[in-house]
């Protein structure tokens, strides 16, 4: 059984489209997370979703917005894509403890690339 | 200082030998911390997480020193398949549990036969 799955695995689209990667768990975590990991290896945080509301956005461009429609699913839609979004994609689940952290678990990444 | 710098390497290991790299970060409040291991073109995993001094699995060593706030991952007797990148992980800022994990930017280890 899959923990974190993500559809599709890659993507390859024109600048100016919109797409949409999918995010679901099985753990039965209730907070979900995307990651963006760039050219340079660098993974960081974009948006967390905690019983279905935002909890944290770190400067992201307003072009990407996470849907939620149920604690299993955090989907990620990009609009009007741009060449620096090329970049994989990683969703990721906790349990969030109070005063605690639990480990996040990883999907498999979605390989965005932008021509 | 940057929130969590790591040296990115590589490091370059005969089999066998012991591998110590160092991350540090930049809150002082931060209270856990963690390693990842990243191989190529996959996600990263949990390795250890370092909640007080330090932590010891297996080959594996992780320890913590608040007052120069540096974290730590020691690797005894590598293995080919230790080969990999090591992300070194600080929590979200806020202190709330729901923050996404602040990754350094990774040490890459590759272990020579």
């Known amino acids: 059984d899959t923990a974190v799955s993500q559809t599709p695995k890659y993507l390859v689209t024109q600048m100016g489209n919109d797409k949409s990667i999918k995010c679901e768990q099985n753990?039965?975590?209730?907070?979900m997370y995307w990651y963006k990991q760039d050219s340079k290896k660098f993974l960081k945080i974009m948006f967390s979703?905690?019983?279905?509301?935002?909890?944290i956005n770190e400067t992201v461009p307003n072009r990407f917005s996470p849907k939620s429609p149920d604690k299993a699913h955090l989907n990620l839609h990009i609009n009007s894509l741009e060449l620096g979004d090329s970049a994989v994609y990683f969703c990721a689940s906790s349990q969030v403890g109070v005063g605690s952290y639990n480990e996040q678990f990883f999907g498999p990444g979605t390989r965005l690339t932008v021509l | 200082r940057k929130e969590v710098e790591q040296d990115p390497g590589p490091f370059n290991v005969p089999e066998g030998a012991t591998v110590a790299f160092n991350c540090t970060y930049s809150?002082?409040?931060?209270?856990?911390f963690f390693w990842y291991r990243q191989d190529c073109r996959k996600e990263p995993k949990l390795l250890m997480s370092v909640y007080s001094s330090g932590n010891e699995d297996g080959r594996f060593t992780a320890q913590l020193n608040r007052a120069s706030q540096y974290i730590s991952l020691l690797i005894r007797d590598s293995k080919l398949s230790d080969s990999a990148t090591y992300l070194c992980?600080?929590?979200?800022?806020?202190?709330?549990?729901?923050?996404?994990?602040?990754f350094g930017k990774g040490t890459h280890l590759i272990i020579q036969p």
């Open positions: 809150n002082s409040a931060s209270q856990s």
């Open positions: 753990l039965g975590h209730d907070t």
């Open positions: 992980v600080v929590p979200g800022y806020s202190g709330g549990g729901a923050d996404g994990l602040t």
């Open positions: 979703y905690n019983n279905k509301e935002l909890i």
